[in-house]
């Protein structure tokens, strides 16, 4: 079987690690992640969700935070701040500087981002393909209104630095209009037999991912079966600010809401009626929500959806094999 997970950092992280669990031997696993939180620091290239997923499947993540390296040390970071030099709100650890130089390196001597990201990946053996959504530079921003005024910032400035303290007016991801999805991404969606939408922000991760022209449409068209996981349980994220930045897309923070903004498959969905992109098509053929949002299957079959209510808290890597099986099975189920 080969499936096609659309992923952003530290959940669809540590669901793509259940996932693994729970997939038959032979059974190919790829992942286009997400670049639009991509940053330049310190003259070198950040990937934070591509590296979430590296380290996570690779076995070097720092668990308890979900990002970094385990057994990090600060060296660099601390002599950057006795020189003055920032930023000083984003913390590099120094093994993960030697990733960032490394990849630097590479895309200075010409290499793509997604050619980087498979030498990457040959050090640490996530176990699955890793693609980059695009080898172009897309980033996602935030507008917000503050004491300086309107203004868009960097989403790693705003989720990092200022902690989503302020609403999020807009999200924009810059040059995802012009990017093209990596070699790789089209043909990988076009012959998959399940694609997945792990429990990752629905805005800045998988949305973005979406924005890249060519990608929404080939799920879309996919004849694979399409899974989704929701975000939210109860009506707040399980970790992040996907709250903060739903509102800045008019949708409500609820397991029914996101399911409804992704829209039923080859369907106009919820959001693009209000208002949004009408070309827009749905895409999901299934939505898993949480035991806590078991009212909301309703509401999401009534979209044309099929939903079912499952535990969806990833409390242990019993519980994450748990929800990546089920979403396994309701993929068989709607394929039917």
Known sequence: ???????????????????????????????????????????????????TVMYTLGG???EEQGWGRAGETFAVKEELAAYGV??????????????????TQ???????????????????????????????RVETHVRITDERGTRAIHFQEYWVKLHAAVDAEAIIPVGAQTAKPAPGVLEAIAAADVILFPP???VVSIGTILAVPGIREAVA???????GLSPIIGGAP???????????????ASASAVALHYGKKGAEPSSSREGGDERLVGLLDGWLVDEAD????????????SCRAVPLLMSDPAATAAMARAALELAEQVRR
């Open 294 to 305: 078991a009212d909301s299957v309703a509401a999401v079959e009534a979209g044309g959806i």
């Open 238 to 252: 399980v970790r992040g600010m996907a709250d903060k930045v739903l509102a800045a897309v008019g949708v409500e």
């Open 200 to 202: 990752s922000n629905p």
């Open 106 to 136: 590479m895309l200075a001597a010409g290499y793509p981002l997604s050619a980087v990201t498979e030498a990457l990946c040959d050090r640490w053996q996530p176990g699955v393909r890793l693609l980059p959504m695009s080898d172009d």
């Open 221 to 227: 068209a996919a004849p694979a079966p399409v899974v």
């Open 60 to 62: 070097g993540i720092h």
């Open 1 to 51: 079987m080969r499936i096609v997970a659309l992923a952003g950092g530290i959940g669809g992280a540590r669901f793509l690690r259940g996932l693994k669990d729970v997939v038959a031997p032979g059974d190919e696993i790829t992942v286009i992640g997400n670049t639009g939180d991509d940053i330049h620091l310190f003259g070198l290239k950040v990937c934070p969700d591509l590296d």
């Open 86 to 103: 920032g930023p000083s709100w984003f913390g590099l650890g120094d093994k993960d500087f030697a990733t960032h130089i490394v990849r």
